[in-house]
């Protein structure tokens, strides 16, 4: 099958997932663990050769670490299907209840969003994590992970459709995008496809957007900021920049940019550049914090850029305000914290903020699905269309209008007098 | 000032209006309504130009109605306003809480989307509507109407702007766009713009999605069905379906094709074809219908479209799987309902038709924002992310994640061994 057949069978297969009953997608998911379980050798074996291709290529050694899938990796993906089966349907929720009329009721009832296409980087386990988040919310799904991890992949898709259809979900709900090709040729399919969401780099999430008419929710950028507030608790201050800039500096929730209120700048910037040298971090400061600290001259170019590396870039701000409007020009949207003791500034920052996350006192590496307690996380979005900030299971919900009648029709209100009520209802849907 | 200018006016603005208290959104409101009655005279004014140039240009009497702008029409938005007034702030409302741990809170709080844009018609009403709606929603608005309207909303525009300035709403929230071209250049501005409402021509609407990557939520097309399932009350049938076409049949929300079971075939359709006959509806038919009344063949192409007219076209389906099928195939995901006694089979129907609205026993005509008491309407909506249906303030709406703690760094989970607890709690956002 080509990926235009592939994608046509997905959206057959979505609607059927959007009837199917809590039970028999659990069931799905408990055979699908099993499988894996089952599978293991089968499994382990493909992602040994995977491992071998990838030696061979001298891949770098936290992406070997990310690529291998263990015995103990599948017991974790599993022990995550197991969560997975415990939480309730989010399908079939009845969100508001109206009645119109007499007999005439109208529900706003949550339901899977449809067809929704992943491309994601080279961790194996994402592909079980997805995979499953998109079963237990009825959507159907097509799945591109990285090349190194093909083998792998290849196998665990196999064994989680084999496992799922036979249990009863429709076949086809889960496709496998195997080439840059398959992908390409996806952005085109927008009749098939209802939602893509790319995990990787800024380019790349930036290429599929300017590149496709279907919806995309991707977060394009990390360029996170701790605000030091002229009433901060500096040791406080000290400690939640440190964690938000070096705890893992590589991802998209890392602090980027200190911003200092100057009223705080003459005692804090010593305290903070002490640990950053002793954690090794590059530091480059605007022309006013060079007067107090050592530091690499930052430029324009700085406050734009994510660094996803030990570097940080410091700027002192005369107040509040001016730390706002830093943050709403050159960030993107994503995390950022105000270190104050004062609430009314706490309050200021996080209305006026317009990121996903908006901290208070706090390090901004806790902008993460697990974290939030989501669950398993699809990824991180920076769009404000839809959903925002770390996206769970509630990101592949939309709803429709349900609306039972018993032969209503307009021309009786528009022509014959009759009234809406518009009287709020206690009900859950129900036919 | 041009687009560019005016635009980054209102992303300026829009920050300030996202913290804006309720009080002063609503205080700005009874100065807009006052204003516009106090101006009535300017507006009717410039009204009349509208009128005499469209009469100059011959425009169809039924466009001129909706042109026209009078002190009813004044009075009919002022009271819209009021009952804006009323209606609770939908702002910084808490829609979930969760503990992280001692002292660690993450709230999910509503806020507003930003800078919306809004291509409307010429139906001047739509421009107090929409302002007033994104002013109360916290949005900041860039308005373009209908030419023939141009003098009434400029005028419109600057009554309301003056008014709510002068209130103490911050300059620059209502922009209005004048020529075709200022449009153009918006759809380039997606570091101003959040979104793009437009409303009016199916191609227009399409037209706006190819050339912008700024999110778009329009309704493509409404081509909406009815099926008269083999079980359905037939004289129920003929009411709800003959109220879908004829009611009005020039709106998105009119049927375009009748889906009828071929068990009831034989029945029904001489039923139908009578009325429709009377009502003067042009009805084109499958084969199969045509072997039981009178009727135009219908081609692939009539599946395909929207009328808008009164036209029908008609086909007989084996089953309920059947009518699905096509409605999944050739609808538009705007608005499907299902004549039945069957009580499964219109939980089926409900659950796979995969429509913004999907209706049991009522007329399809009954899509739309005032009649689902959704107050004034932004559009309806067939996108199927974020917002869905026929589209009011909530729409207008997505949310941010807030969280408090007391100087919480990520490392002590990672690496220190502090937990999640993870408990919900009962509390709304407050610092």
């Not at 599948?74 to 119109?100: F, M, Q, R, W």
């Not at 398993?376 to 919900?397: Q, W």
Request: hydrophobic share 40%; aromatic share 6%; charged share 25%.
């Amino acid at each position: 099958m080509n990926i235009q057949e592939i994608a046509a069978k997905a959206k057959q297969a979505s609607i059927m997932l959007a009837g199917t009953s809590s039970q028999l997608k659990n069931a799905a998911l408990s055979a699908i663990a099993k499988a894996l379980k089952d599978n293991s050798a089968k499994i382990i074996a493909a992602n040994k050769e995977d491992l071998a291709n990838a030696e061979k290529d001298n891949l770098a050694a936290p992406l070997l670490k990310r690529l291998k899938f263990d015995e103990s990796k599948i017991n974790g993906v599993c022990d995550g299907i197991e969560s997975l089966i415990k939480i309730d349907d989010p399908v079939g929720k009845t969100t508001s209840a109206l009645e119109l009329n007499e007999g005439l009721e109208l529900y706003k009832v949550s339901c899977p969003i449809g067809v929704i296409g992943v491309i994601f980087e080279s961790r194996p386990d994402a592909l079980v994590q997805i995979s499953t988040l998109c079963l237990k919310s009825g959507n159907a799904t097509l799945l591109k992970g990285g090349s190194e991890a093909a083998n792998t992949n290849k196998t665990l898709a196999e064994v989680i459709a084999a496992a799922s259809e036979t249990a009863g979900i429709a076949p086809g709900w889960l496709g496998l995008m195997e080439t840059r090709d398959d992908v390409a040729e996806m952005l085109n399919l927008h009749k098939s496809i209802d939602l893509i969401i790319p995990r990787g780099s800024n380019e790349f999430v930036q290429h599929i957007m300017t590149n496709t008419t279907i919806p995309v929710m991707g977060h394009a950028d990390g360029i996170c900021h701790v605000y030091v507030d002229s009433n901060a608790d500096l040791d406080m201050a000290v400690n939640i920049a440190v964690d938000s800039k070096c705890q893992y500096c590589a991802v998209c929730n890392a602090m980027e940019t200190l911003l200092v209120d100057k009223a705080s700048a003459e005692k804090f910037l010593p305290m903070i550049k002490k640990t950053f040298d002793e954690k090794q971090v590059e530091v480059r400061g605007c022309q006013d914090t060079a007067k107090v600290i050592d530091v690499k001259a930052a430029t324009e170019e700085d406050w734009k850029t994510e660094y996803l590396d030990m570097i940080v870039s410091i700027k002192i701000v005369d107040d509040l305000d001016a730390a706002i409007d830093h943050i709403n020009k050159y960030g993107s949207g994503h995390t950022d914290t105000i270190v104050t003791k004062n609430t009314d500034s706490a309050e200021k920052f996080m209305d006026l903020v317009d990121s996903a996350d908006v901290f208070f006192n706090c390090s901004t590496r806790f902008s993460d699905g697990f974290r939030f307690g989501l669950g398993a996380e699809v990824g991180i979005s920076t769009n404000k269309i839809h959903a925002r900030g770390p996206v769970g299971m509630e990101g592949l919900l939309i709803y429709k209008w349900k609306m039972k009648g018993s032969g209503h029709i307009v021309a009786d209100f528009s022509e014959n007098g009759k009234k809406y009520t518009h009287k709020k209802i206690d009900k859950t849907f129900k036919i």
